[in-house]
């Protein structure tokens, strides 16, 4: 099964400071085809990023997505308080569809 | 406005059944893929199900093969998961998400509870 492996697990930075993601795939990622998401307790996910650098209508411009193949990286520029929250990769290009387990960003 | 609203969910003992669905509203529902995706407590989401626009492509993970049905009715903008031989380890909430972009629209999730 297609193995996503996110690092580091949590990750203690404060506002304003620059976050850098992992996201490591067991097999090469088909198209590029991988997704991050974010998800605050109590909500569902929210899609930041599909084709691995493509950022979604709305989400600000301080997230940006990079990598190819099986070496991903989710950027958050300058954090502002309200990024604080657990990040997903899910891939969507080999069945099943599969998400990585998570890194948690939070407040140093 | 995209709006998805589940229902359905509850407490159900081990080996029982259940049907979830999804009414979906503020978009051509038929255009659109839509997933079902759950998230055990504690843990991370995971895929349950895929139906296509017109509802002849179903795909689902393996641990839920042949247990759950993912359907579509496009004439009332509603999604469903039948639930069937339910297992303790099927707890969670369970999403309804429509496929744009990625998951780009979500409900606000229904838990169901397997438990005796």
């Known amino acids: 099964e297609f193995v996503l492996t996110q690092s580091p697990g949590t990750l203690s930075l404060s506002p304003g400071e620059r976050a850098t993601l992992s996201c490591r795939a067991s097999q090469s990622v088909s198209s590029n085809y991988l997704a991050w998401y974010q998800q605050k307790p109590g909500q569902a996910p929210r899609v930041l990023i599909y084709?691995?650098?493509s950022r979604v209508t709305g989400i600000p411009d301080r997230f940006s997505g990079s990598g190819s193949g099986t070496d991903f990286t989710l950027t958050i520029s300058r954090l502002d308080p309200e990024d604080f929250a657990v990040y997903y990769c899910q891939q969507y290009g080999s069945s099943p569809w599969t998400f990585g387990q998570g890194t948690k960003v939070e407040i140093k | 406005e995209v709006q998805l609203v589940e229902s359905g969910g509850g407490l159900v003992q081990p080996g029982g059944s259940l049907r979830l669905s999804c009414a979906a509203s503020?978009?051509?529902?038929?255009?659109?893929?839509m997933s079902w995706v759950r998230q055990a407590p504690g843990n991370g989401p995971e895929w349950v199900a895929n139906i296509n626009q017109d509802g002849s492509g179903k795909y689902y993970v393996d641990s839920v093969k042949g247990r759950f049905t993912i359907s579509r009715d496009n004439a009332k903008n509603s999604l469903y998961l039948q639930m069937n031989s339910l297992k303790v380890e099927d707890t969670a909430v369970y999403y309804c998400?429509?496929?744009?972009?990625?998951?780009?629209?979500w409900g606000q999730g229904i838990l169901v509870t397997v438990s005796s």
């Open positions: 503020g978009f051509t529902f038929s255009n659109f893929y």
């Open positions: 084709g691995a650098s």
């Open positions: 998400a429509r496929w744009g972009w990625g998951w780009d629209y």
